[in-house]
């Protein structure tokens, strides 16, 4: 059995698998041939691991498979039968968090402002590749077929990961039950391990970090204000 971890970029996926892996004591995957967040932050965290065979073999098996995405609904890869966890956040606040992400490299340079916003400008506009927009990669998982994706805001984790995760994990593998003692690192104690890449963990930073032309922009593409309103983002 697969159940896809199905999120655009910088929505609390990795939060998500870490939170799992410490309650159900299950490894984790990811859809593409290297796991990048683990290879950064370590595979020991939400116990990452190598595909153990192909995806139709790990979707007949007994075994339930947690495998990470940040590709659309209708990838060939994904099969119709499949369930989802589908975690969700503000698409500003994504955008902000990704292009903070990609240029935290340029955090001295002088030009650092200009080559963020380039960069959170690119995030918005992209209508290419397995991740598309965030809209189009939002509203490909919202509008998917039978089964519905069990979908998990990221303002829930953050504030209650156990909470978000039992309840998504009950409608996805029901067959798992959760360790009563486990424990779950909070945000603020990724934070101060891995600060680049455990940012902030907060909602609204868009209000701060992203420009006005580029928020108007946001909300000027179609998918972007067709989802923000679905998924209950104002």
Known sequence: MIVWLASFPRSGNTFFRIALHRLYRVPTYVVYDVDGV??????????????????????????????????????????????????????????????????????????????????????????????????????????????????????????????????AVAQAAPGLAPDEHASIPTFGELHDSEPGFFRSGTTGTHRSELPPDLHDLFWETPDNATAMRLTGYR
């Open 38 to 167: 683990a290879a950064r932050i370590g595979p020991e965290l939400m116990d990452a691991r190598a595909r153990p065979s192909t995806f139709d073999e790990m979707r007949a098996s007994d075994d339930v498979h947690f495998v990470k995405t940040h590709r659309r609904r209708d990838d060939p890869v994904i099969a119709a039968e499949d369930r989802a966890v589908h975690l969700v956040r503000d698409g500003r606040d994504a955008v902000v968090s990704w292009a903070r992400l990609n240029t935290a490299h340029l955090a001295g340079a002088t030009d650092h402002k200009e080559r963020f916003a380039a960069e959170a400008r690119s995030i918005i506009t992209r209508r290419t590749g397995g991740t598309g927009g965030w809209g189009q990669n939002v509203l490909s998982w919202h509008r998917s077929a039978s089964p519905d994706p069990i979908r998990v805001r990221f303002e829930d984790l953050i504030a209650d990961p156990r909470a978000a995760v039992v309840a």
